[in-house]
């Protein structure tokens, strides 16, 4: 815009000039009709060395001169131009806006028709050789006779104008860059007058604002309220614009809030450059922040959700850099260890000086495992407070790596186990205690209830028949009373041994272990007829015994519940991640969901003893048996189709 002013300055100092040499040309024509020593030699030279084309037509419109600058500009020779016609080919015309003139309607013409000067006509002259334009500025003085007032010729000057126009040309082309590049650019620009009113908006601006054209250049943007980054109004002088025009300095990155008309708030980041153009002062860009903002609202949301979380469940959050040995940590972690944030200096080394003595060697060494891709990060230790209390913590943790495996990255969790862990040790002694005393109850009563089962039978022998039907009927009640007695000691006494007097695990086979259930329940199968078939089973590490004890009661659970359909048992392993899988089917009479759980509970039966026999013991046996091993047990069933027990026994490691 700048080089077109200046461009309009010169044009305007070049048609002055033309005006000179046209009234001078004009004064020499006098002269020269009046004899003067040496003024036809003046003339001459002035007319050959002018750089403003000259022509003369006579009353017809042909040409009778042309000076060296006309022929020049037009590119053609003496001989070619003179003589030449009003309507020739050669001299076809256009407007600046590219429509043709026709031939009456150029200069020349125009001046001879009309008797009327043309003055500073811009057009563009066809050059047939080179096959393209050149731009003149054109002035065409008629001659008028003095007798006759009619007009005997015309003097015709032109300029050639094309580099300015090239030029002006350029210059609009990179105007119409610059107002697209403003228009498609992602930041709002607007300019402001002296007087801070908007004159210039690109629509980027609009569409932040969510302000119309008309509605910015009419200053409905000064009607809103404006915040500053703390939420805080924001006053006019405060505004980026207004502190930029007040120092004279560039004003940068003034975060705004504006309240717009439905009460939303747009966010942006204001910049403001004084600049010293006749009606352009400032010049202002707005960056849309609002979604940033509102992403920092809800991401502050969140962590303060988060840290809600963990202090209500006593759990800290750790972010360990391992190629630098930095360790950073929320405010939780803090309490957890029982230290100040200022007593942690953020290093691997002091956090393990903070584990309790006994657990400090463990702990390295799960953390150098996990490091090396070894296993996964999931431990638990002790801490020692300063104030000399343990605290027991779990850890869980996940290393992030580079492409080719090194550690680069290990972020994790603690939270506080202690009273877990108390509980833990209440309910173990309150376990050993109990199973003490169902060991000692059970074996107690072994002998006194073999004495009363004894008499019982001896006294059933001896006078079963002899007194009425009612003393038989008491007798059999007693009798049958005293076995079920001792069943439920014995099965009472074999749950409390598991884990008091069970072998160490070693390398047991499963299959064995089932060959051993099998034979032990042989009779039960002979009478069931009951169809057994099983897959390879693996080795293990575990007790062979307690595993036999399992499949014996499952197998007899099977055999005890079946249906009406011949009687079809499958024993399945699949190998799952870091466990075996071991699977008992049947197609008996199958179990309620609702029942699904409280058939693990010990002494719980779903049917009477008149029903079938049993003491409730027995999956209830199972159940610590296998969680004994690491393991855990579980059942699906649908009624009337069959009953799956699955358990699970970790794999034996190399």
Not at 61 to 69: C, R, S, Y
Not at 214 to 233: E, F, I, M, P, Q
Not at 408 to 420: A, F, K, P, Q, S
Not at 484 to 505: E, H, K, P, T
């Amino acid at each position: 815009m700048t080089k077109i002013s200046t461009l309009q300055s010169e044009n305007a100092i070049l048609q002055e000039r033309i005006s000179n040499l046209e009234a001078l040309l004009a004064d020499k024509c006098e002269q020269a009709s009046q004899p003067q020593p040496g003024s036809g030699v003046h003339f001459q030279r002035l007319f050959e060395t002018m750089r403003l084309g000259v022509i003369y037509q006579d009353a017809d419109g042909i040409i009778i001169l042309a000076n060296p600058a006309a022929r020049r500009i037009l590119d053609l020779s003496l001989e070619n131009i003179q003589n030449g016609q009003p309507a020739d080919y050669r001299w076809r015309c256009i407007r600046a806006d590219g429509s043709d003139i026709p031939w009456q309607m150029q200069p020349a013409n125009l001046a001879l028709r009309t008797g009327k000067p043309a003055v500073d006509v811009i057009m563009g002259v066809y050059l047939p050789q080179d096959k393209k334009y050149r731009w003149v500025l054109v002035t065409a003085l008629p001659e008028i006779q003095a007798e006759s007032t009619q007009v005997a010729g015309v003097y015709t000057t032109f300029l050639d104008i094309t580099i300015y126009k090239q030029v002006e040309a350029a210059l609009l082309e990179r105007e119409q860059k610059l107002n697209k590049l403003l228009e498609i650019l992602p930041v709002g620009i607007s300019v402001l007058d002296a007087g801070q009113n908007l004159v210039y908006e690109n629509p980027t601006l609009e569409k932040i604002l969510g302000i119309n054209q008309a509605g910015l250049l009419h200053g409905v943007y000064k009607n809103r309220t404006y915040l500053a980054a703390d939420g805080s109004l924001m006053p006019p002088d405060g505004f980026a614009s207004a502190r930029a025009a007040q120092s004279g300095e560039a004003v940068y990155n003034v975060e705004t809030g504006m309240i717009k008309a439905d009460g939303d708030i747009v966010w942006t980041s204001v910049s403001a450059v004084p600049v010293n153009f006749s009606d352009w002062k400032t010049v202002v860009t707005s960056t849309d922040l609002t979604e940033r903002k509102r992403a920092e609202e809800q991401r502050a949301l969140l962590v303060e959700r988060l840290d809600l979380a963990t202090r209500s469940a006593h759990m800290g959050i750790w972010d360990w850099d391992i190629q630098k040995n930095k360790l950073v940590w929320d405010n939780q972690m803090y309490a957890l260890y029982g230290i100040p944030p200022d007593k942690f200096p953020g290093a691997y080394e002091t956090w393990l000086k903070g584990v309790h003595p006994d657990d400090r060697a463990p702990s390295n060494e799960i953390s150098q495992h996990t490091l090396r891709g070894e296993r996964d990060y999931d431990t638990e230790f002790r801490v020692l407070w300063p104030d000399g209390s343990t605290h027991w913590l779990k850890a869980n943790g996940e290393v992030f790596r580079d492409k080719n495996g090194v550690p680069l990255r290990m972020v994790g969790v603690n939270y506080d186990i202690t009273e877990r862990k108390k509980a833990e040790e209440e309910l173990r002694r309150s376990n050993t205690e109990l199973e003490q005393f169902a060991y000692v109850a059970s074996h107690d009563l072994q002998e006194p209830l073999r004495t009363m089962a004894g008499m019982v039978q001896l006294l059933a022998q001896r006078y079963r028949g002899k007194l009425d039907e009612r003393a038989d009927e008491y007798i059999d009640f007693a009798v049958d009373g005293s076995l079920r007695m001792q069943n439920l000691i014995n099965d009472l006494l074999d749950y409390s041994r598991v884990g008091r007097s069970a072998r160490a695990f070693e390398p047991a086979s499963v299959e064995e272990a089932l060959l051993n259930a099998l034979t032990n329940l042989q009779t039960s199968i002979g009478e069931s007829k009951a169809h057994i078939t099983h897959e390879p089973l693996p080795v293990v590490k575990a007790d062979s015994g307690q595993l036999t004890r399992v499949f014996q009661n499952l197998i007899s659970n099977a055999i005890k519940f079946q249906s009406d359909r011949p009687l079809q048992i499958h024993i399945g392993a699949q190998k799952l991640e870091n466990f075996w899988q071991f699977t008992i089917s049947d197609n008996g009479i199958g179990i309620e969901p609702q029942y699904f759980e409280r058939i693990f509970l010990i002494f719980q039966r779903l049917h009477t003893h008149s029903e079938y026999p049993g003491t409730g013991i027995g999956l209830a046996l199972c159940k610590k048996i296998i969680e004994r091993h690491g393991g855990r047990i579980d059942v699906k069933s649908q009624p009337g189709q069959g009953t799956t027990f699955y358990f699970t026994i970790p794999e034996m490691k190399a």
